[in-house]
């Protein structure tokens, strides 16, 4: 049961009280979506937004108002004076410019907001939430048959510690990009989606457009059919694409960031979730797409984390409350494993074994485990021997510290070298130094102490 047609049933009844309502959006999508649901309860309707001038009537009781058409040029239009201000997707603008005019223009109408995450980017209750009123949880929903029941999967968890949260409360986006947008991270997602593909119709949620492409390109060469949808493209090229998914000549939908609000298909099983994201808000509104109970009979939809996103918020389905002076409260679940085979989210371990696929789990998984540390010591080396040109003074320390040296490489090493010096020298210094301390079982440091003063020297 969506938001608009609760909101439709509430603006019946206001209008049977003889009041007139403004139901505003800030997603484009969504107007002509509420204007059918409206059209479902034959409710009196107009559309106030610039372009669809054909569907305007200033006679009927409620308008379905697109925030930024309506505030650029609410001066020029008649004052309806609307008696009830509804605003949709109340988490996205309530504290916005055009708002604030909306409400100094009819400063007699009430106020109600409508919101699934009544959040800020903290995490925080929204101010003018002040309380709850008959909590409907969305497990309950699930139990009851209106939402489709969320199975989580992780097949792998990109790196990010080093990733910045900027004041807008989400990730640098460059910082991200550079963390994430790597083509062996790519190869590993389409290979891993591979293993439990059965062809249902999903969408991709990238991290921006160069992120998308790549990931178009990736599941094309894989053999499937897939589409982007993003801000730079024309708006034909979006309702094409858009099209072909809805009609189901492609599996998969990619987009960045116009897929997170106001999107509405009820044949969605397959989310893909490949951005990492710090905002619990954005990450229930991304995931509440596939919630739809779908016209095929399934009850379910899958989530695949490529992004870390169970890990820092739970599952979607988790129960949450939210307060004004504390973060969410959140009933943990019990400690999940992620099944090596399938990569489904295991919650309740009855064996060894994982209930989805039936694969042994215990052995497996430290398999698998080896198995990343290996690629990524693969994937240090090569970066290492692109920057420095040296794969002799890896081995040196490697064998020196009797681990992966390339964290030491990268973050005590390299640092020392000064510009003056050529990069053949430098790699050399390190090759001796490093196999002096190993012979005289000197302790690793002594190499950049070395190292240093003969930089300094040199310099």
């Known amino acids: ?3 608009t047609f609760i909101a439709a049933n509430v603006i019946k009844e206001l209008n049977d009280l003889g009041l007139k309502t403004f139901f505003i959006v800030a997603n484009q999508p969504l107007v002509m979506q509420t204007y059918g649901e409206f059209e479902k309860f034959n409710l009196s309707k107009s559309i106030i937004k610039s372009g669809m001038e054909k569907y305007y009537n200033p006679h009927a009781k409620n308008q379905i108002v697109m925030l930024q058409s309506y505030t650029a040029r609410c001066d020029k239009l008649p004052d309806l ?19 604030k005019k909306i409400k100094e223009r009819h400063p007699n109408a009430k106020i109600i907001a409508l919101t699934g995450t009544p959040t800020n980017h903290a995490g925080y209750l929204l ?3 002040d309380f709850y009123h008959r909590v409907v949880e969305v497990r309950q929903l699930q139990n009851e048959g209106y ?15 080093n990733v910045r949260v900027m004041t807008t409360g989400d990730f640098n986006d460059a910082e991200l990009d550079e963390a994430c947008n790597k083509n062996y991270i790519i190869d590993d997602i389409v290979k891993s989606y591979l293993k439990v593909n059965v062809g249902y119709q999903g969408i991709v949620f990238a991290i921006n457009i ?7 390109d990736a599941f094309l060469d894989a053999g499937i059919k897939c589409g982007v949808v993003h801000s730079k493209m024309k708006k034909f090229q979006i309702q094409y694409w858009m099209e072909a998914h809805a009609k189901r000549r492609i599996q998969l939908l990619i987009n960045v960031g116009m897929l997170t609000r106001g999107f509405k298909s009820v044949n969605l099983i397959d989310c893909i979730f490949t951005r990492p994201t710090a905002s619990l808000p954005l990450f229930i509104q991304c995931v509440g797409r596939m919630a739809r109970i779908d016209h095929d009979g399934h009850n379910f939809f899958r989530l695949f984390d490529y992004a870390g996103n169970i890990e820092r918020f739970g599952t979607w389905s988790e129960p949450r409350l939210y307060s004004k002076d504390t973060e969410p409260k959140r009933e943990i679940e019990f400690a999940p494993v992620v099944c090596p085979n399938c990569f489904s989210v295991i919650y309740e371990r009855t064996g060894n074994t994982c209930p989805e696929c039936s694969f042994i789990i215990k052995a497996q998984q430290e398999k698998r485990e080896r198995e990343i540390k ?5 994937e ?4 290492i021997k692109a920057l420095t040109g040296s794969a002799g003074a890896i081995e040196s320390l490697t064998r ?11 973050t005590k090493v390299l640092p020392v070298r000064v510009a003056s010096v050529d990069l053949d020298v430098f790699n050399s210094e390190v090759i001796r130094l490093a196999n002096y301390c190993r012979r005289k079982s000197y302790k690793p440091y002594y190499v950049v102490a070395k190292l240093r003063d003969k930089m300094e020297v040199v310099g």
Do not use: W
């Open 1 to 3: 049961m969506s938001k």
């Open 127 to 129: 101010d003018g939430f």
């Open 380 to 383: 240090q080396v090569v970066e």
């Open 374 to 378: 290996e690629t990524e010591r693969v």
């Open 400 to 410: 020196l510290l009797g681990y992966n040296a390339n964290t030491f490489y990268y």
């Open 147 to 161: 939402l489709s029941i969320d199975k989580n999967y992780i097949p792998l968890t990109p790196d990010i510690s």
């Open 210 to 216: 160069n992120h998308a492409e790549k990931l178009r």
């Open 81 to 99: 004076k609307p008696d009830i201000l509804i605003f949709d997707e109340a988490d996205f603008c309530a504290k916005g410019t055009m708002v």
